[in-house]
């Protein structure tokens, strides 16, 4: 069975240019978030009432990219990744109401079924960076942004919560708040470190 490194953070703090960037560098698989591609994304964006759908999407999205990457050569990466998608964006569209408690405990009940039958992943790497920094490039993106600035810290403390249960040697927290978009100074420290789960 292949491995699976699950990058994830807030909306903006550089999950997907980290994949990237470390997959330039090895032999790593990507598993993305594929924003355009989304039949429900631009949709949700202009009417909430599409919540339910887009979540049940990604959750399934990222149920086939791990099963895939499973049977892969190499090791694969996802930026967030099914368990971020539950407990960061389905926990903070229900709390902002565009989720009822019935749509909630679906997607509930349709995350734990899915990670019942398939095994998390083998390396959580958690993103951080201070709110300006995430507010900037927040800015200069030219995808659709989902969560406004003003749910970053909200979502952050779901995260936390979910990560708190997370064993300390399947996790690893970096602060990438002085890191340029390529991550040219974080990957010579950073790429030893995933040797252990890296398939060649």
């Given at each position: 069975m292949g491995k699976i490194i699950a990058v994830v953070g807030t909306t903006g703090v550089g999950k997907t240019a980290l994949v990237r960037a470390l997959c330039k560098q090895g032999s790593f698989v990507p598993g993305l978030e594929q924003h355009k591609e989304r039949p429900f994304q631009q949709v949700f964006k202009a009417n909430p009432n599409y919540a339910l759908p887009n979540q049940i999407d990604y959750l399934l999205l990222r149920a086939e990219q791990e099963r895939v990457l499973r049977q892969a050569e190499h090791t694969g990466l996802v930026d967030g990744g099914l368990d971020l998608d539950y407990h960061g964006f389905t926990r903070l569209f229900y709390s902002r109401g565009w989720l009822s408690k019935a749509e909630y405990n679906l997607c509930k009940r349709f995350y734990e079924f899915i990670r019942f039958n398939l095994p998390p992943p083998d390396l959580i790497i958690h993103l951080t960076a201070s709110p300006e920094v995430i507010f900037q490039r927040l800015a200069g993106r030219k995808r659709i942004n989902i969560v406004d600035p003003k749910d970053i810290v909200k979502l952050a403390s779901y995260l936390n919560i979910?990560?708190?249960?997370?064993?300390?040697?399947?996790?690893?927290?970096?602060?990438?708040?002085?890191?340029?978009?390529?991550?040219?100074?974080?990957?010579?420290?950073?790429?030893p470190k995933l040797l252990p789960y890296h398939i060649e």
């Open positions: 979910w990560l708190s249960t997370i064993p300390p040697s399947h996790l690893l927290r970096l602060d990438v708040s002085e890191d340029d978009p390529g991550y040219r100074r974080l990957l010579p420290a950073l790429l």
